[in-house]
T-cell receptor, first 116, second 111 residues
Framework: DAMVIQNPRYQVTQFGKPVTLSCSQTLNHNVMYWYQQKSSQAPKLLFHYYDKDFNNEADTPDNFQSRRPNTSFCFLDIRSPGLGDAAMYLC???????????????FGDGTRLSIL | QKEVEQNSGPLSVPEGAIASLNCTYSDRGSQSFFWYRQYSGKSPELIMFIYSNGDKEDGRFTAQLNKASQYVSLLIRDSQPSDSATYLCAVIGSSASKIIFGSGTRLSIRP
């Protein structure tokens, strides 16, 4: 089945220790998104790729970086995680142009990140 | 004022009844509207999308859009316990530069 896969489902890291979350898709969608969601809050967009074109949200901390080596894969790197970065991280894909498409997004199952 | 507002709930509805979830948005030029269902600890799952004023039906779900009043709603007929979840409203604004999620309404279907 075509889908969006995130690994790992649960990640525990130490304060300040870099961590990488991964996302892969078989939908062949040209846009990939990373969201951060904390308990009882709305998903917050961190950045998105339109093909290889990286688009950062203005309020995304510099601590968060992303890579998209090809259409199928996208990575979220947190360079020095702080306690406030503990959250669910959601990857989503969609079809669209350089601005947000009116097409819906398809989410992976998420990675729950804990910081010790 | 938040860009997309939802009542956080919980909204408690008896099994078999109609659940009505509402969402208002601030950008009058918004064009695309989505409803996602999110079970606890899981990722959002698309339920409905609507672009034009009026009603759109899909099975037990009906999305209603009123651009003049800037609200979008989701009706769930014949509510089932499996419908118990948080429902997120999402809107793409007029500039198409951002998708905004509401913080969700928690729905509980009581047997």
């Amino acid at each position: 089945d075509a889908m969006v896969i995130q690994n790992p489902r649960y990640q525990v890291t130490q304060f300040g220790k870099p961590v990488t979350l991964s996302c892969s898709q078989t939908l062949n969608h040209n846009v990939m998104y990373w969201y951060q969601q904390k308990s009882s809050q709305a998903p917050k967009l961190l950045f998105h790729y339109y093909d290889k074109d990286f688009n950062n949200e203005a309020d995304t901390p510099d601590n968060f970086q992303s890579r998209r080596p090809n259409t199928s894969f996208c990575f979220l790197d947190i360079r020095s995680p702080g306690l406030g970065d503990a959250a669910m991280y959601l990857c989503a894909t969609g079809r669209g142009g350089r601005v947000y498409s009116n097409q819906p997004q398809h989410f992976g199952d998420g990675t729950r990140l804990s910081i010790l | 004022q938040k860009e997309v507002e939802q009542n956080s709930g919980p909204l408690s509805v008896p099994e078999g009844a109609i659940a009505s979830l509402n969402c208002t948005y601030s950008d009058r030029g918004s064009q695309s509207f989505f409803w996602y269902r999110q079970y606890s600890g899981k990722s959002p799952e698309l339920i409905m999308f609507i672009y034009s004023n009026g009603d759109k039906e899909d099975g037990r779900f009906t999305a209603q859009l009123n651009k003049a009043s800037q609200y979008v709603s989701l009706l769930i007929r014949d509510s089932q316990p499996s419908d118990s979840a948080t429902y997120l409203c999402a809107v793409i604004g007029s500039s198409a530069s951002k998708i905004i999620f509401g913080s969700g309404t928690r729905l509980s279907i009581r047997p």
